[in-house]
């Protein structure tokens, strides 16, 4: 199946410092990523959908000029946590979408998660 | 809002088969369904995905009635290693891109 990495796998930061995650697609392209976020015992919350080449669409809520977005290349995005705080302490989850055919015409649509970054902001 | 909803919680035990129903009334033509399995700490894992009728790999199958309101993930034979939360969800791949909102998904927990 397909492979998405993220990096680092936990980082640990002063309050006020910025923080980058490296999201990448290992054996596909991708032109689109999304970046979740979770809190201890909750579900996934997307925070944003990255685009390769344009600018990331963030969801109701979410400060896009304090998690920057990144989409330089089909295989890589990156999420910055900018003046992080304790309360952005939680797992950042990125995925990957990958668009193949399913025989015919027709396209299958799957999204591929990458193993979550932890972040702690002390 | 997540479009589907799931039992909170399942317990099974070791050898058994279990299976995880959702409801997704207000399922969209084009919308497929996909489980996924999370472990604490991790990513979730793609599990399945299907569109219509019986689809089945090597982890698992997924039944979807005629009227698709409703989805099934069984899983055969589960192990202690198979302890998870399962999320199931859908999505419309005609709009350019599967944009998916989880709900609360199942905490299945197995027991020897």
């Known amino acids: 199946g397909a492979v998405v990495s993220q990096h680092p796998s936990w980082v640990i930061c002063k309050s006020g410092t910025s923080v980058k995650i490296e999201c990448r697609s290992l054996?596909?392209?991708?032109?689109?990523m999304f970046w979740y976020r979770q809190f201890p015992k909750q579900s996934l919350m997307l925070m944003a959908t990255?685009?390769?080449?344009?600018?990331?669409?963030?969801e109701q809520g979410v400060e896009k000029d304090k998690f920057l977005i990144n989409h330089a290349s089909l295989t890589l995005s990156t999420l910055t946590v900018t003046s992080a705080h304790p309360e952005d302490s939680s797992f950042y989850i990125c995925?990957?979408?990958?668009?193949?055919?399913?025989?015919?015409?027709?396209?299958?649509?799957?999204?591929?998660f990458g193993p979550g970054t932890r972040l702690t902001v002390l | 809002l997540a479009k589907t909803t799931q039992p909170i919680s399942m317990d099974s035990y070791e050898g058994q088969e279990v299976n995880i129903t959702c409801s997704h009334n207000?399922?969209?033509?084009?919308?497929?369904i996909t489980w996924y399995q999370q472990f604490p700490s991790q990513g979730p894992r793609f599990i399945i995905q299907?569109?219509?009728t019986k689809v089945t790999n090597e982890v698992a199958s997924l039944f979807i009635p005629a009227d698709r309101k409703s989805s099934t993930l069984s899983l055969p034979r589960v192990s202690l290693s198979d302890t998870a939360v399962y999320y199931c969800?859908?999505?419309?791949?005609?709009?350019?891109?599967?944009?998916?909102?989880f709900g609360t998904g199942t905490r299945l927990l197995v027991s020897p």
């Open positions: 990255s685009n390769e080449g344009s600018k990331a669409t963030y």
């Open positions: 054996d596909f392209q991708a032109t689109t």
């Open positions: 995925s990957a979408r990958e668009s193949r055919l399913a025989g015919g015409p027709k396209f299958v649509d799957t999204q591929y």
């Open positions: 969800l859908v999505g419309d791949i005609d709009t350019g891109f599967q944009k998916l909102v």
């Open positions: 207000n399922i969209a033509t084009n919308d497929y």
């Open positions: 299907g569109y219509k």
